[in-house]
């Protein structure tokens, strides 16, 4: 398991109706990427124009996997650098054609936002509607969802990111993975993690088993009853209830006392 020291996961909920679905029921919803507060994610244009340099490198990359003389290779290059120039030009109308293709089938797939912060202010201000909603931790292990290769962190970036030519043809899937876990640095305090489905605005089982339920500091009363009621009932799970920091501006946890 990559990241072997990130073991547990956060996702806030902003109301509690929704908190009561997942403990019934076992079960969680993927958005598509359309449903996020960022446009730009899992919808940005990583490719740029194709030089001849590219373009020969391409060429060489097909010859090799077909077997092709090097030689014949390279001759197959002359004569469409001296001979029919405007073959750049067809194969980067395929090339586009291609990665429009890649954008909309990942803007089809569920994505399920997580992140490694539990402590957040502005994460429990944002999506827990003011600290008044609640945050399950899942358990991250080798053996379930979150701990496989379809989950990992989103990386940050000021730039769009670039895929090179042999990232694109000899590296099946680094082209949506790459822009499926890029994101600009404005969210960089999100530590966000994500995992994802092929289809989205679905229900699906939970990725990793629940180990947690907390409560934001000013979550009401009645919620937070209503929530302790499923989990007492079940072993294994912790309830924890959030509490300002003395003298700090930090937020720490302690046990939940009905």
């Given at each position: 398991?990559?990241?072997?020291?990130?073991t547990?996961?956060?996702?806030?909920?902003?109301?509690h109706?929704?908190?009561?679905?997942?403990l019934?029921?076992?079960?969680?919803y993927?958005p598509?990427?359309?449903k996020?507060?960022?446009?730009?994610d899992?919808?940005?244009d990583?490719?740029?124009?194709?030089?001849?340099?590219?373009?020969?490198?391409a060429?060489r990359?097909?010859?090799?996997?077909?077997?092709?003389?090097?030689?014949?290779?390279?001759?197959?290059i002359r004569?469409?650098?001296?001979?029919?120039?405007?073959?750049?030009d067809?194969?980067?109308?395929?090339?586009?054609?291609g990665?429009?293709?890649v954008?909309?089938?990942?803007k089809?797939?569920g994505?399920?936002?997580?992140s490694?912060?539990?402590d957040?202010?502005?994460?429990?201000g944002?999506y827990?509607?003011?600290h008044?909603?609640?945050?399950?931790?899942?358990?991250r292990?080798?053996?379930n969802?979150l701990?496989?290769t379809a989950?990992?962190?989103?990386r940050?970036?000021?730039?769009?990111p670039?895929?090179?030519?042999?990232?694109?043809f000899?590296?099946?899937g680094?082209?949506?993975n790459?822009?499926?876990?890029?994101?600009?640095?404005e969210?960089k305090?999100?530590?966000e993690?994500r995992i994802?489905?092929t289809?989205?605005?679905?229900f699906?089982d939970?990725?990793?088993?629940i180990?947690?339920?907390?409560?934001?500091?000013?979550?009401?009363k009645?919620?937070?009853?209503?929530?302790?009621?499923?989990?007492?009932?079940?072993d294994?799970?912790?309830?924890?209830?959030?509490?300002?920091?003395?003298e700090r501006f930090q937020?720490?946890f302690?046990e939940?006392?009905?």
């Amino acid at each position: 398991m990559e990241h072997p020291k990130i073991t547990k996961l956060y996702k806030y909920f902003d109301k509690h109706e929704r908190v009561l679905e997942i403990l019934n029921t076992g079960r969680i919803y993927y958005p598509k990427p359309d449903k996020f507060n960022d446009p730009f994610d899992c919808d940005i244009d990583i490719i740029s124009n194709v030089s001849w340099d590219q373009f020969e490198q391409a060429i060489r990359c097909e010859g090799k996997n077909l077997n092709k003389e090097p030689e014949e290779v390279e001759q197959k290059i002359r004569f469409l650098r001296n001979g029919d120039p405007a073959a750049i030009d067809e194969y980067q109308t395929k090339v586009r054609e291609g990665v429009n293709q890649v954008r909309k089938i990942l803007k089809e797939q569920g994505v399920l936002p997580l992140s490694t912060a539990r402590d957040s202010i502005p994460m429990w201000g944002y999506y827990a509607d003011g600290h008044k909603g609640i945050c399950i931790e899942l358990q991250r292990t080798p053996e379930n969802a979150l701990g496989s290769t379809a989950a990992g962190p989103v990386r940050y970036t000021d730039d769009y990111p670039e895929v090179s030519f042999f990232d694109l043809f000899e590296r099946p899937g680094f082209l949506s993975n790459t822009v499926m876990y890029t994101k600009s640095n404005e969210w960089k305090d999100e530590h966000e993690w994500r995992i994802f489905l092929t289809n989205g605005n679905i229900f699906h089982d939970l990725p990793g088993e629940i180990a947690a339920v907390l409560f934001g500091l000013r979550t009401p009363k009645k919620h937070k009853r209503e929530v302790a009621k499923l989990v007492r009932n079940r072993d294994g799970i912790a309830l924890w209830q959030a509490v300002k920091a003395p003298e700090r501006f930090q937020i720490n946890f302690v046990e939940y006392q009905p």
